[in-house]
C-alpha cells in the first residue's frame, strides 16, 4: 500500500505542533508526536512517564530507546494508515536511524522532511507565552527553554544532516501567520502528492 510520511522538523517552539494539527485533519495522516505522547504518559502516571518527566522538566531529551520503543508500538496500534506525520521525532541521529529501519520493515520511506524556521528571540517569546497559558512545566522557566535550544543544537540539528545527504530536507519560513504558514506547506505537500 502507498504511504506518505512526513517530517516535521524545527525547534522547540516553532510551530511543528500547531501546523500538525491542521495538515493532519486536511491530509488524513496519522499524527505521531512524541512530545504528546510522552505528556499523556506522565498524565497517566505510567513508570515510562515517571522515568521522562524529570528528563522534560531538565529541558533534556528523553533517552533514545524509551522513544523509539513508544514509537514502535505506536505504529502496532495503527496498522492501516496511509502515512504518518511525525512531529518532534526524531530528534537524534540514532532516532533517524531507527525510523528508517521500521519504515524499511513495513516497505515504505519518509517523502519529505519540511523544517520551520524561526529566530531564537521569536522561540522564547513563543514558548514563554504558552507557559503562561498552558502551564507547561519545561516553558515556565527561560534557563530550560535556552538549555532545550543548546541540546536542539547539539543532538537535534544533526538529524537535518542526515535527510540532506538523502536530498528529503527543505525549510521554510516559520514566521508569520499560522494561516500563511500552513499554506506555504500545503503547497510543498501538493506537489509531492501529484
Ligand atoms: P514537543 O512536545 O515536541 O514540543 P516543542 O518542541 O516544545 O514545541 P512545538 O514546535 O511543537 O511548538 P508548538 O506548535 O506547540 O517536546 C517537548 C519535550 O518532550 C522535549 O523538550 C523533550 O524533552 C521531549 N521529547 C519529545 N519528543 C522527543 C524525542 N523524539 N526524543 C526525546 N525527547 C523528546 O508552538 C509553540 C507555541 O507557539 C504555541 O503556543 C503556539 O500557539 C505558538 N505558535 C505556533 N505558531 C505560531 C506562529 N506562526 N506565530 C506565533 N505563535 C505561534
Known amino acids: 500500500m502507498f504511504m506518505f510520511n512526513l517530517i516535521l522538523f524545527g525547534p522547540p517552539g ?13 491530509y488524513g495522516l496519522i499524527h505521531l508526536s512524541t512530545g504528546n505522547l510522552l505528556r499523556e504518559e506522565i498524565a ?10 524529570s528528563f522534560m522538566d531538565n529541558g533534556q531529551l528523553v533517552p533514545d ?14 496498522k492501516g494508515a496511509i502515512g504518518f506525520l511525525f512531529d518532534g521525532f526524531p530528534r ?16 515504505t520511506e519518509i517523502a519529505a522532511v519540511l523544517a520551520l524556521d524561526v529566530s531564537e528571540e521569536e522561540l522564547v517569546k513563543r514558548l514563554l507565552n504558552r507557559g503562561i497559558t498552558s502551564g507547561r512545566s519545561d516553558d515556565i522557566n527561560e534557563e530550560v527553554i535556552r538549555k532545550r535550544f543548546a541540546v536542539y543544537s547539539n543532538e537535534t540539528k544533526p ?3 542526515h535527510y540532506k545527504k538523502l536530498k528529503k530536507f527543505q525549510s521554510i519560513k516559520g514566521e508569520g501567520t499560522v494561516h500563511d504558514i500552513f499554506n506555504a506547506i500545503c503547497g510543498i505537500m501538493d506537489k509531492k502528492l501529484k
Open 14 to 26: 516553532s510551530g511543528k505542533g500547531t501546523q500538525s494539527d491542521k495538515l493532519v485533519e486536511k
Open 44 to 53: 497517566l502516571k505510567t513508570p515510562l512517564g515517571i522515568e521522562a518527566k
Open 65 to 78: 530507546e524509551v522513544v523509539i520503543g513508544m514509537v514502535d508500538s505506536y505504529f502496532d496500534k495503527n
Open 92 to 107: 537524534t541521529v540514532a532516532q533517524a536511524k531507527a525510523l528508517d529501519n521500521l519504515l524499511e520493515l513495513k516497505k
Open 159 to 161: 538529524v537535518a544532516e
